[in-house]
């Protein structure tokens, strides 16, 4: 790599430097600076309010946090050329391209594809845009390269991106249990066949990983606060497409409106569906939100005040399945005090959420003995792993109820 070096001043690690070439002009290009403009855990600023920080920043931790992981297994002989390194912090840096603004709230209403498929929409682009030099990191993302720990070291139960998203969202929310030993983790890192494996020191620090990763899904992430505003988010922009799409005119962005207005039989194509994209982030939905609190649609309207003044729905959760008379209970209650004419089906919803914080169904997290031996972590762990996916049921509905 370039040995000349871009300085960032870094909250959570110090220092972290970006190399000049490739990297860099990655860094600088609008299509990573847009990451600037779009938080990293969307609303939960409701719960905690210094969870303010960007995906800018989360893509240049989890590109430090490459750049040691690959200098580490360097030091135990895996052989990286300065090619493949390269690669892995390219394909690490750009892995969130694709995220919409507000979390997730717009891959349920007016994008229709995931963001993982539009990062690499964005890669793809950008490859063409710089001739090609953005292949071998597509590899390496798409898991089409022969050495698969460098995928691993990207998307994996030991990714970078974890890695760094777990300690950055902590610190910021200031959710201590969410704090992981993430320099001693790194420092374990082996490669074994293949395969990224944990070196047998670092058993404790893994399952300290794996538990802070549940507790942090189930108080940050999935805090009902946090899923009743991103839920009265999505009815907004589902509401908002419904009056577009019938006519009515909306306040919005050019960006926006392009979404919003699109016809749901209209397939883009990819060049202009990422020109309207790249220019999308958290600025157009909070203005959308300011000026729809005046709208004269009563939901608009409603549902925009409460994200503005924070008056967010009520969330209960069950670890079963909601009754659907009590769901229907409510939506009588709420139709008899705001109007039969009112679409209830935005103002009570229910739902559900899952999580698991260990999948050894995708790929094992594997330990490496001393002796040679290498196996998974759940034969040689004495702490639970939380490998069942648990969900959680939930009904939201105004509080006024």
């Known amino acids: 790599m370039n040995n000349k070096l871009k300085i960032f001043n870094d909250p959570v690690y110090g220092f972290v430097s970006v190399p000049h070439g490739l990297l860099l002009d990655l860094v600088d290009h609008p299509h990573f600076q847009r990451l600037r403009r779009i938080r990293q855990v969307g609303l939960a600023h409701y719960v905690y309010p210094g969870a303010l920080h960007t995906r800018f920043h989360h893509a240049l931790g989890a590109l430090h946090l490459m750049q040691e992981a690959i200098e580490v297994l360097r030091s135990k002989g895996t052989e990286i050329s300065e090619a493949e390194a390269e690669a892995a912090c390219v394909a690490i840096l750009l892995h969130d391209i694709g995220h919409g603004p507000y979390s997730h709230a717009l891959e349920h209403t007016i994008v229709d594809l995931h963001h993982e498929q539009l990062s690499l929409l964005f890669m793809e682009a950008l490859n063409r845009e710089f001739g090609g030099r953005l292949g071998l990191a597509i590899d390496i993302f798409t898991?089409?390269?022969d050495k698969k720990f460098l995928h691993q070291l990207v998307s994996g139960q030991l990714d970078m991106d974890r890695m760094d998203y777990l300690n950055r969202d902590s610190f910021f929310t200031g959710v201590s249990e969410g704090v992981i030993g993430y320099d001693r983790i790194i420092k374990m890192l082996a490669v074994h066949e293949g395969e990224l494996v944990v070196e047998e020191k670092g058993i404790y620090s893994i399952e300290k990983f794996l538990i802070a990763r549940r507790l942090?899904?189930?108080?940050?992430?999935?805090?009902?606060?946090?899923v009743s505003a991103e839920h009265m988010v999505i009815h907004l922009l589902r509401r908002a497409r419904e009056l577009a799409l019938a006519g009515t005119e909306l306040e919005a962005s050019g960006p926006l409106r392009w979404f919003l207005y699109r016809k749901a039989t209209e397939q883009p194509a990819v060049p202009e569906l990422l020109e309207h994209f790249a220019h999308l982030d958290d600025v157009d939905i909070a203005a959308a939100i300011k000026s729809w609190r005046k709208s004269p649609d009563f939901v608009l309207s409603f549902l925009s005040e409460g994200l503005l003044d924070r008056k967010l729905f009520r969330l209960e959760w069950r670890t079963v399945p909601i009754e659907p008379d009590y769901i229907e209970t409510i939506r009588q209650k709420t139709g008899q005090m705001f109007g039969p004419d009112v679409p209830l089906e935005h103002l009570v919803f229910d739902g559900?959420?899952?999580?698991?914080?260990?999948?050894?169904?995708h790929e094992q997290i594997k330990i490496l003995f001393k002796d040679g031996r290498v196996l998974?972590?759940?034969?040689c762990s004495d702490v639970p792993l939380y490998t069942q996916e648990v969900t959680k049921y939930f009904v939201c509905y105004p509080k006024e109820m």
């Open 143 to 145: 898991d089409r390269y």
């Open 216 to 226: 942090m899904y189930w108080q940050v992430y999935l805090h009902k606060t946090n």
């Open 352 to 361: 559900r959420e899952s999580n698991r914080a260990y999948d050894d169904t």
């Open 376 to 379: 998974p972590i759940d034969q």
